[in-house]
């Protein structure tokens, strides 16, 4: 078909910078009446092509299904899961185009296995407590081998559903952890509320089961430094006659769980939460349940009201303001047209080359819905829209509607669409499906999109989607700057280009006026590239120098010249491809939020991400900076750390993470992200058979003892740069953002090092945290309560005994380390012996006096050791915290979820050629027709990394 031909062409010319900066937001999962649709699977194109796999996923996920169903008291399972299969694969007849879908937004990935964690099933989780994991992550071994799967973590359904807790609904881990890289969690601890004290980390308190060391599989002994049971010694749960019924985040293998842990009082004691155990899930957390955390979020938040239809208007206002404000980028064409039963030009289409047409254009989104709903219409006025600027070949016209069709009918309009290569995205804001939209983006080669109620990310995603379509690739990203250079000016900088990547290298230098620069570019072996040269290719706005085969590794240096009087943007990107194979080093980069409105009673701060991996391996000391360009052209630099303090959730996977906070404007900020070696000290990881978070096998003596095959290698030069996008802030007061009111972050990696009876101390040692946040200088001073009863440290911190200055031995109170480093301290504490356990936390304040949450509370037993310990320690008498003895009956029904088809299958081979593949159905009034033709507008300025770019997040693949 015409239109989709010249859609694919666009594709290759207009997204030719693009390949890496991939709409990087995960696929959007839906929850309506209780179904979870558009689940996206997607496997690998590198996975050997087997059937099975598609095959044992819909029984997997019909599985899970079931389990879900049950564990969230009936009110979640899968209605609908898509399964991308890659382009390599046979095709099928059944298979449907792929529209958006892509293995880098799929929410589970079947791909070869990440070394780190082999076949172990995981959720790659960045964010903090209640905050959607990125991916989850199955190998093609884990699916098709169904006996070795549940061997290990018991049945698949249960497996995925426990993965489902980490991925949907930002849950952590219940059982404590060894992480080779850091990140590890005990497994016992001293408790202050049960007898004996020393207790298995466990939800609920319930589980049964006894302490067992791991690799002698013999009692186990305490260690004397910690008084808590030696290295290697693990709880191995009763698979019999265990009564506990939570939790899915502790033990989903063991056959009476059917729950998530909970706090409810009324509600099933055998999965009541133990908020003493210091796993992953109370540290984040706070001590919060599984179901607490999963009542906060928008699957179950019962506070959610779907807006009226006078709030959808005002949302789409909202978002398609964002839109032009922040995605649709310079020189792009763009128009408003409304339509309700006729339909009107509101601003004719114009190249948004400034503010003020930025501003024009947003004064002339509607504020409210007239009545009727004639998209035929409104298609007829965005053609002749689009035609009073030329031909309109190739234009895009987003459409967006709730509202039902009348005369002229959209079918009697489409055939003049098609005519004239018009692509139409449509965006269905209702409740229910409808083809009629999604014929109509699928007829003329564009996207189609539903949102449901309220769901401003969704519609997003759907503005974004239609200015960036991406296409799996291979490539890397090595440089993308944008650079002002003054009349006659010359701008030199340099490029390092590492061994993992150098085949079809290419440069290129991209301005949008005045005349042609010129750039001279000298190799690694000291060849000079420029004007006249084969490599050499210059067109009207782009300078591109091709290196043929592979690329030297090594120093490139490159040098701009703008020959004319005034000043010149030019935008300069490098990507290249990995050589043999080779898996490269990429960065990519996102922000936690787009829009963020400054509050003046309470600390206002986003989240700044960057990912640094080799294949799925974290790449470990890289340095890692952002450039924030602020509204006023201002750049300030912050450094990402991985060291699992402050916004890192966890130390060393790769993802570097930091606060930002000093906000000077109103306005747009534009985040790119750089990551090199220049300090030296980036080192990636090699190794075989270890684990992190992810599923529990049920065998603690396998997967996970001993992370001693971990290795670290250290890395080369090398160097990559990425965008992370934009965001915007609104209501900073004049003079900038207040950091006075900034407190210290929350410490959440309070451990207690040592334990003495002999002194009558415990060594506590944690993160810094700085004065603003994770940064600003160091805090002024640390606070520490302590106490002999968990729940009273827990629920009343500031009214529990403070250790003064006199108990330090070590370390002091008043001068807190940089932010980042390591902060130790030895205390007295007032009594040991029998049963004595002491319960600390800490908080950090600065000098305003603001102060940082308390941290996880941590626990020490301060009994007598004998070594080896006289007798035996046993925990398998379970003392539960609430003293019900009632057996919970749980009824295993089987869902709705498998009486409709669950799995639908797509394919992957169309991706480039589109056709989205959700919508909903007309449902009432109204809206917008934005007309854009970003076909006709210059390619180098739509990806320039000004603040006129996309909204985050984006990335190298
Ligand atoms: C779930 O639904 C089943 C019937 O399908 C019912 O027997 C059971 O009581 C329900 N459970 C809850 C928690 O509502
Ligand atoms: C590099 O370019 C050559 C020639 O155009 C092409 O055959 C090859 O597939 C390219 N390699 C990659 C990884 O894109
Ligand atoms: C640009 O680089 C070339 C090659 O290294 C060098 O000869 C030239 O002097 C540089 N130009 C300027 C203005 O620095
Ligand atoms: C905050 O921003 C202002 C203005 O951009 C800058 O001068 C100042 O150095 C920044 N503060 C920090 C701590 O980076």
Redesign the pocket.
């Known amino acids: 078909m015409a239109a989709i031909r010249c859609r694919w062409i666009l594709l290759q010319s207009a997204f030719v910078w693009c390949s890496q900066a991939v709409f990087n937001r995960p696929n959007e999962i839906k929850l309506e009446n209780n179904e979870y649709t558009d689940v996206l699977v997607a496997i690998h194109k590198d996975v050997p092509e087997d059937q099975q796999i598609v095959d044992r996923l819909k029984e997997i996920f019909i599985e899970a299904s079931q389990d879900l169903y049950v564990a969230t008291n009936n009110r979640t399972f899968f209605k609908e899961v898509k399964i991308l299969i890659p382009n390599t694969w046979t095709k099928k007849p059944e298979y449907l185009p792929a529209g958006t879908k892509t293995f880098e937004r799929a929410n589970v990935r079947v791909d070869r296995p990440n070394p780190l964690y082999v076949d172990n099933p995981y959720v790659q989780q960045k964010g903090g407590c209640g905050e959607p994991g990125d991916y989850m992550h199955l190998t093609p071994k884990y699916v098709l081998d169904k006996e070795y799967g549940e061997e290990l973590w018991g049945p698949h359904g249960k497996t995925l559903v426990h993965e489902w807790g980490h991925l949907r609904w930002g849950l952590f881990d219940e059982y404590g952890f060894d992480d080779p890289l850091g990140g590890s969690y005990p497994h016992f601890y001293a408790s202050t509320t049960s007898m004996p004290a020393i207790q298995p980390v466990r939800c609920s308190a319930y589980t049964a089961g006894s302490p067992m060391h791991a690799v002698t599989l013999n009692r186990c002994d305490l260690d004397r430094e910690t008084g808590l049971p030696e290295a290697n010694c693990r709880f191995v749960p009763d698979f019999r006659g265990n009564r506990a019924t939570g939790s899915y985040m502790f033990m989903q293998f063991l056959p009476q769980v059917t729950g998530f842990c909970h706090s409810d009082p009324e509600g099933d004691p055998l999965s009541y939460h133990n908020r003493e155990a210091p796993n992953k899930q109370n540290v984040m957390c706070n001590g919060q349940s599984a179901w607490d955390v999963m009542n906060k979020h928008q699957d179950f938040d019962s506070g959610a009201n779907p807006p009226r239809s006078g709030e959808r208007i005002r949302l789409l206002n909202q978002v398609a303001t964002r839109f032009i404000r922040n995605t649709v980028s310079l020189g792009t064409s763009v128009g408003v047209v409304t339509f309700s039963s006729t339909a009107s030009i509101r601003h004719p289409v114009v190249s948004v080359n400034s503010e003020a047409v930025r501003n024009d254009l947003i004064a002339a989104v509607p504020t409210s819905t007239g009545g009727g709903t004639c998209i035929g219409c409104g298609l007829r006025k965005g053609i002749e829209a689009l035609e009073t600027t030329g031909p309109p070949h190739g234009s895009v016209i987003l459409l967006l509607t709730d509202g039902g069709d009348s005369r002229p009918y959209v079918s009697e309009v489409l055939p003049d669409l098609l005519t004239k290569e018009i692509i139409v995205d449509t965006v269905a804001i209702s409740q229910n499906a409808d083809d009629r939209l999604e014929s109509l983006a699928e007829g003329t080669g564009g996207l189609s999109f539903f949102s449901g109620n309220g769901d401003s990310i969704a519609l997003d995603n759907a503005f974004t989607a239609t200015f960036e379509e991406n296409a799996e690739s291979k490539g890397v990203n090595l440089l993308s700057e944008e650079q002002t250079i003054s009349g006659r000016q010359t701008y030199a900088n340099h490029l390092y280009v590492d061994n993992s990547v150098g085949e079809n290298t290419t440069f290129s230098f991209s301005w949008l006026d005045g005349s042609r620069p010129t750039v001279m570019m000298v190799t690694p072996l000291g060849l000079v590239i420029t004007e006249g040269h084969s490599m050499y290719d210059v067109t009207s706005d782009t300078i591109t120098i091709a290196i043929p085969a592979t690329a030297t590794p090594g120093k490139w240096t490159y040098n701009i010249t703008n020959n004319g009087p005034g000043n010149q943007d030019i935008t300069i990107i490098a990507t290249s491809n990995p050589v043999n194979n080779n898996e490269p080093i990429t960065v990519t980069a996102q922000v936690s939020t787009v829009s963020l409105d400054y509050s003046s009673s309470r600390p206002t701060a986003l989240k700044m991400f960057a990912s640094v991996r080799k294949g799925y391996l974290p790449v470990l000391g890289a340095a890692v900076k952002v450039l924030i360009k ?1 509204p ?1 052209g ?1 750049v ?1 630099e ?1 450094t990402l750390l991985d060291n699992g303090a402050g916004a890192d959730v966890t130390k060393n996977d790769g993802i570097y993470s930091r606060y930002f906070y ?1 906000f ?1 404007a109103d306005g747009r900020y534009g985040v790119s992200v750089r990551a090199d070696n220049t300090q030296g000290r980036a080192e990636y990881i090699v190794i075989n058979n270890t684990r992190g978070t992810g599923a529990l096998p049920m065998d603690p003596g396998t997967a996970y003892v001993n992370g001693s095959n971990v290795q670290r290698e250290p890395l080369e030069q090398f160097q990559r740069m990425t965008t992370g996008g934009v965001f915007e802030v609104r209501g900073v007061p004049s003079g ?2 207040n ?1 006075d009111m900034l407190p210290p972050s929350r410490v959440d990696d309070l451990k207690v090092v040592e334990v003495s009876y002999g002194n009558s101390t415990v060594t506590l040692s944690w993160t810094a945290q700085g004065d603003d946040f994770d ?2 200088g160091p805090a002024r001073y640390v606070e520490i309560r302590y106490g002999r009863h968990f729940e009273q440290l827990l629920d009343n911190f500031t009214s529990s005994a403070s250790v003064n200055h006199s108990q330090v031995l070590q370390g002091s109170l008043t001068s807190p380390p940089e932010p980042g480093s390591a902060q130790t301290i030895v205390i007295l504490v007032p009594d040991r012996g029998d049963n004595v356990t002491f319960v600390f936390a800490v908080r950090t304040c600065d000098e305003a006096d603001n102060c940082g949450d308390r941290s996880n509370i941590v626990s020490a037993n301060l009994e007598y050791i004998d070594v080896p310990s006289p007798e035996p320690m046993t925990v398998n008498d379970t003392t539960p915290l609430t003293n019900s003895t009632e057996l919970v009956t749980v009824n295993y029904t089987t869902p709705l979820a498998t009486s409709a088809e669950p799995v639908k299958v797509i394919d992957a081979t169309r991706l480039a050629t589109i056709v989205g593949s959700v919508v909903g159905s007309i449902l009432a009034l109204v809206i917008v027709a934005l007309a854009l033709c970003y076909c006709k507008r210059s390619r180098s300025a739509k990806y320039s990394l000004s603040a006129s770019g996309r909204v985050n997040p984006t990335y190298a693949v």
């Open positions: 602020k006023d201002q300030e912050i000093n000077t900038g953002a950091t940064q600003g």
